[in-house]
């Protein structure tokens, strides 16, 4: 059992820059795949960005790559989004998720956080 905890989002101006972080609970994290997704309001949820167990793979979504970065620290359970050049369009409540193995697809994912808000202004 995984349980996840977002943080780290608000309120930033076009440009600006966000860190969310998501901390898990368990012996296991280490263990499991963790990926981004968002959902704007009236719009499906969608992939942002994943990085394997160990951190050597990562992959994200075509809208924010050279932009946003997935990181994870094992020592610390905590898996982060570095979000950089923020749009307005970015503007979603962010997930983080955890999922044995690796994928882009929200349906595989096991665990879910309950979600923080990112709102860029323009």
């Known amino acids: 059992q995984v349980q996840l905890v977002e943080s780290g989002g608000g309120l930033v101006q076009a440009g600006g820059s966000l860190r969310l972080a998501c901390a898990a609970s368990?012996?296991?994290?280490?263990?499991?795949?963790m990926g981004w997704f968002r959902q704007a309001p009236g719009k499906e949820r969608e992939f942002v960005a994943t990085i394997t167990w160990s951190g050597s793979s990562t992959y994200y979504a075509d809208s924010v790559k050279g932009r946003f970065t997935i990181s994870r620290d094992n020592a610390k359970n905590t898996v982060y989004l570095q979000m950089n050049s923020l749009k307005p369009e970015d503007t979603a409540v962010y997930y983080c998720?955890?999922?044995?193995?690796?994928?882009?697809?929200?349906?595989?994912?096991?665990?879910w956080g309950q979600g923080t808000q990112v709102t860029v202004s323009s």
């Open positions: 998720a955890a999922v044995v193995g690796w994928s882009i697809r929200g349906s595989d994912y096991h665990y």
């Open positions: 368990g012996r296991t994290f280490s263990r499991y795949g």
